[in-house]
T-cell receptor, first 112, second 112 residues
Framework: DTGVSQNPRHKITKRGQNVTFRCDPI?????LYWYRQTLGQGPEFLTY????????KSRLLSDRFSAERPKGSFSTLEIQRTEQGDSAMYLC??????????FGPGTRLLVL | DQQVKQNSPSLSVQEGRISILNCDYT??????FLWYKKYPAEGPTFLIS?????DKNEDGRFTVFLNKSAKHLSLHIVPSQPGDSAVYFC???????????FGDGTTLTVKP
């Protein structure tokens, strides 16, 4: 296992289009987190899963955002009707309870 | 209300000298603290952590100090090397909640 992976690494889309990102966590980690990072700021929590259950969602996660982790392994984050303000780096992280959180390389989204 | 603050956006030190990065938090429920290092276009990389039951944790050139009464932690890098130049994020976790709250980062530049 080489760590947390995210695809795609970069995505350019036009305003109003839908985009979907994928995260593959470290295999033995049952917790998976999504964060968003904009320039000059630290990562901001969006949502997290324990196995397939989505346990918490931030107020940042508007109704245009949806995340799933159907089998408790990989997760997807979908943004519908993208807006220019959605442009950011989307980070995925995973961990086991009591252990350190490890991040993937991120998906950089640019909405034109 | 920013619960984790890194008040210095940037820090410049000479190679071989000590780098001290600071972080303040407000939420007394935080019980686990981490430092991440981030290069451009990459996800944050875990550096070192400390539990609230300790006041110091050391790993090679990196030492994290925690002052719970002051709600303050710091990262010391000794000796600093040019390869340490990166953005450093402080993160605080309430292990019951699981998610981490990040500061906005400090850009460290180590000059040869």
């Amino acid at each position: 296992d080489t760590g947390v992976s995210q695809n795609p690494r970069h995505k350019i889309t036009k305003r109003g289009q839908n985009v979907t990102f994928r995260c593959d966590p470290i295999s033995e980690h049952n917790r998976l987190y999504w964060y968003r990072q904009t320039l000059g700021q630290g990562p901001e929590f969006l949502t997290y899963f324990q196995n397939e259950a989505q346990l918490e969602k931030s107020r940042l996660l508007s109704d245009r955002f949806s995340a799933e982790r159907p089998k408790g392994s990989f997760s997807t984050l979908e943004i519908q009707r993208t807006e220019q303000g959605d442009s950011a780096m989307y980070l995925c992280a995973s961990r086991s309870p009591g252990e350190t959180q490890y991040f993937g390389p991120g998906t950089r989204l640019l909405v034109l | 209300d920013q619960q984790v603050k890194q008040n210095s956006p940037s820090l410049s030190v000479q190679e071989g000298r000590i780098s001290i990065l600071n972080c303040d938090y407000t939420n007394s429920m935080f019980d686990y603290f981490l430092w991440y290092k981030k290069y451009p276009a990459e996800g944050p990389t875990f550096l070192i952590s400390i539990s609230s039951i300790k006041d110091k944790n050391e790993d090679g050139r990196f030492t994290v100090f925690l002052n719970k009464s002051a709600k303050h932690l710091s990262l010391h890098i000794v000796p600093s090397q040019p390869g340490d130049s990166a953005v450093y994020f402080c993160a605080a976790t309430d292990t019951n909640a699981g998610k981490s709250t990040f500061g906005d980062g400090t850009t460290l530049t180590v000059k040869p």
